[in-house]
C-alpha cells in the first residue's frame, strides 16, 4: 500500500495539465463547487471526458453511517455533490453503513464511540434515508447496505482484509496518534473500521468518493485498496466541516450548535438568523444554490448584516421546506424578535391531567412541552435564564408553576407555547 505516496502521486498528475473540452470543464465545475479539497482532479477530468465519449456514467459514493434519527445541514454538504452527480446523469451510490455504523467511526474522537444495536442501527437507517430525500431525488440513488458484502467476509475474509494496512499507517491518523501519546485506549475494532469503509468503494467500483474533509484518510485508503483490487483509483471530493451556530466548532448534535433539517422552518429560520455575521458568505455558498459569483458580489461595498441574513435564511428555508413558510417564517421572526410580539400560531399546550395539587415542576414543564429532550437540558436552560412565563423569568430550577388557561411558556428566543389547562 502506498498512502504515504499519494501526495507526491497528485502532483505529478496535476503537472500534466491537458486540455480539457467546454463540457469537461462544465460538469467538473458544477461537480466541485464549494469542496475543500480534490484529490485526482485531472484523474476526475479523463473519468468525465470518457463517460461523456462512452455514455457510460460514473458511479459517485457517499457513505453514510446512520448513528442518530436527526440530520444537519453540515451533512447536506457531501450530500449536495452526491446530488449534483445524478443532475449530470451519473449514478449516485449512497452506501449506508449499517455494519461500519456498529463498529463507530473513530475519526476525530478521544476515545472508543459506544456500540450501537442492530435494533438502533435500522431504527436510524430508516430516518437518515426519509431526511436525505429532502436533498436527493431518492428515484435516482443506488442505496446499498455495507452490510450486505461486510457481514458475509467470515474470519479469514476479515484477516484477508487486515492485512491491507499496517499498524504504522493506522496509527498515523491524526485521531490515533493523538490518543495514542495521550496513553487513552484504541481498540482493535476501531483500527479495522477505515478499512471497511475503504473496502466499500472496491465493492461498488466508485470512480468517485465524497466525504468531509475529516474523512480524508478514510478516502485515501479506498484508493489503495482499489489499486490493489486492480480498479481504477476513486477520485475523492472532500467538502469543508460547517461551522456551527457558536461560529467556532464544526457543526454537531454533540455541542448544541446545529441546525436541523427537518426542524420547522420558523426554528430554522430563526437559527439561521442567530449565526455570526462572518459565517454567512460560507453558508450562502455551501447551503443554497446562488451562483458563486453572485454571492461574492452580496459582499462588496456596503453591507446591512439583517437584510442579507434575511435573504439567507429565506434562501435555506425555501429550500427544505418551500417560499411560502420561508416568508411567513421571515415575518414571524420580524414580529416576535425585532418587536417583542408574541406569535399567533404557538401550539397549545394541553395540560388537564398533568398537574398535581393544581402545579407541576418547571422542569417537568419544559420537558413536557418538547423543548427540552431531558431533565438535565431544562436545567440549562433555565440556569441560563432562558425560560419565561407570561414574560417573566424564572430562573429557580425547584420552581412549581400553577398555570393558568393562556399563559404563555417562552423556551429560548423561538419557542413558543400556550396554557391550556382544561
Not at 411567513?328 to 398535581?356: C, H, N, Y
Request: net charge negative; proline share 4%; charged share 25%.
Amino acid at each position: 500500500m502506498a498512502l504515504v505516496a499519494e501526495e507526491s502521486n497528485m502532483a505529478k498528475e496535476e503537472s500534466l495539465d491537458p486540455k480539457w473540452s467546454p463540457e469537461v470543464e462544465r460538469q467538473y465545475a458544477y461537480l466541485t463547487r464549494g469542496c475543500a479539497e480534490i484529490i485526482g482532479g485531472d484523474q476526475l477530468k479523463r473519468k468525465l471526458a470518457k463517460s461523456i465519449e462512452s455514455g457510460k456514467p460514473l458511479r459517485a459514493k457517499l457513505g453514510v453511517d446512520p448513528t442518530a434519527h436527526d440530520l444537519h445541514l453540515g451533512f447536506t454538504l457531501p450530500l449536495s455533490r452526491l446530488r449534483a452527480f445524478s443532475d449530470l446523469g451519473h449514478t449516485a451510490v449512497m452506501i449506508v453503513g449499517d455494519a461500519t455504523a456498529m463498529v463507530g467511526d473513530p475519526t476525530g474522537k478521544n476515545k472508543a464511540r459506544p456500540q450501537l444495536t442492530r435494533e438502533m442501527v435500522d431504527d436510524f437507517a430508516k430516518s437518515y434515508l426519509d431526511q436525505t430525500a429532502t436533498v436527493l431525488d431518492m428515484d435516482k440513488v443506488e442505496v446499498r447496505r455495507n452490510s450486505d458484502w461486510l457481514h458475509g467476509l467470515g474470519f479469514t475474509g476479515l484477516i484477508g482484509l487486515a492485512a491491507k494496512a499496517t499498524v504504522a499507517q493506522i496509527l498515523a491518523r491524526d485521531d490515533f496518534s493523538k490518543r495514542y501519546a495521550g496513553g487513552e485506549p484504541i481498540h482493535l475494532h476501531e483500527m479495522i473500521y477505515p478499512l471497511m469503509q475503504a473496502y466499500d468503494s472496491v465493492v461498488v467500483e466508485a470512480d468517485v468518493e465524497i466525504g468531509g474533509h475529516d474523512q480524508l484518510f478514510n478516502l485515501l485508503l479506498g484508493r489503495d485498496l482499489q489499486r490493489e483490487a486492480g480498479q481504477e483509483e476513486q477520485a475523492c471530493l472532500l467538502t469543508p466541516l460547517l461551522v456551527g451556530l457558536d461560529g467556532s466548532k464544526k457543526m454537531s448534535k454533540s455541542f448544541h450548535n446545529y441546525i436541523g433539517v427537518s426542524e420547522p422552518a420558523n426554528e430554522m429560520f430563526g437559527k439561521v438568523m442567530s449565526i455570526p455575521d462572518d459565517l454567512m458568505e460560507d453558508y450562502f455558498t455551501h447551503l443554497t444554490s446562488m451562483d458563486l459569483d453572485e454571492v461574492a458580489a452580496l459582499f462588496v461595498g456596503d453591507v446591512n448584516p439583517r437584510e442579507l441574513k434575511d435573504k439567507l435564511g429565506q434562501a435555506i428555508v425555501t429550500r427544505f421546506w418551500d417560499a411560502t413558510q420561508a416568508a411567513d417564517a421571515s415575518e414571524t421572526f420580524r414580529r416576535v424578535i425585532s418587536e417583542k410580539q408574541d406569535p399567533d400560531d404557538m401550539p397549545d399546550l394541553l395540560l388537564e391531567g398533568k398537574l398535581e395539587g393544581g402545579s407541576i415542576g418547571l422542569i417537568n414543564l419544559i420537558v413536557l412541552a418538547g423543548f427540552a429532550a431531558s431533565n438535565g437540558e431544562a436545567r440549562r436552560l433555565i440556569k441560563q435564564g432562558g425560560v419565561r412565563i407570561d414574560g417573566v423569568a424564572i430562573t429557580d430550577e425547584r420552581s412549581r408553576i400553577s398555570p393558568q388557561n393562556g399563559q404563555v411558556l417562552k423556551v429560548g428566543k423561538r419557542k413558543y407555547a400556550r396554557f391550556v389547562c382544561g
